[in-house]
C-alpha cells in the first residue's frame, strides 16, 4: 500500500473549538470508487513561506490506496481524516482540500459549530485507541509561520 491521494472530496467541516487561543478542527471526507484503501486518511498541509493572498490555506487528502496487484472490488470506500489547526494565522479565510480528481473550499465562520474541548475529544477519540467518530487527528501550525 501506498500513499494516494484520495480519489474524490465529499465534505470539508471548520469547527472552531472553545479554547484559548481558539483552534480549529478541519474534518474532511472522501471517497475511493473501489475497496482495498485505508478508510482512515490524513491532510497533508502545504507549507507556505508567505501566507495565501486570499487566505485559503490547502491540503491534500491522502490515504493508503490499494496495491495495482491487489484484488479489490467495486465499492465505495468512505475515507475520514481530520486536522487539528492549534493557531489561527491572521487573514484566515477558509482551507481547500485537493482529491485526485477534485477539490472543495470551505470558507470558515467563527461564529457557527463550536464545540467544547470536551465535545471534541470524545468525537475525534483523543486520548483513546480510535473510538470517536472521525480519526485520530494530526496538528500543526507551520505553514502559517511567516519568515
Known amino acids: 500500500m501506498a500513499n494516494s491521494l484520495v480519489p474524490s472530496v465529499k465534505s470539508v467541516d471548520l469547527v472552531t473549538l472553545e479554547s484559548f ?3 480549529i478542527w478541519i474534518r474532511v471526507i472522501g471517497e475511493a ?3 482495498g484503501w485505508s478508510e482512515t486518511g490524513f491532510l497533508n ?3 507556505y513561506f508567505v501566507p495565501p493572498a486570499d487566505g485559503i490555506y490547502e491540503f491534500d487528502l491522502l490515504a493508503f490506496a490499494p496495491d495495482d496487484s491487489a484484488i479489490s472490488n467495486p465499492v465505495v470506500t468512505q475515507i475520514e481524516a481530520s486536522f487539528l489547526l492549534t493557531a489561527i494565522p491572521d487573514g484566515f479565510v477558509g482551507v481547500k482540500v485537493y482529491g485526485k480528481n477534485d477539490f472543495i473550499i470551505s ?3 467563527a461564529s457557527i459549530a463550536r464545540l ?3 465535545e471534541y475529544t470524545k468525537l475525534a477519540g483523543v486520548g483513546s485507541s480510535g473510538g470517536g ?3 485520530r487527528i494530526s496538528a500543526g501550525t507551520a505553514a502559517f509561520t511567516e519568515i
Do not use: I
Request: glycine fraction near 0%; charge should be negative; avoid cysteine.
Open 33 to 35: 470508487p473501489n475497496s
Open 116 to 118: 467544547t474541548v470536551n
Open 107 to 109: 470558507e470558515y465562520d
Open 45 to 47: 498541509q502545504y507549507l
Open 21 to 23: 487561543p481558539p483552534q
Open 133 to 135: 467518530r472521525f480519526p
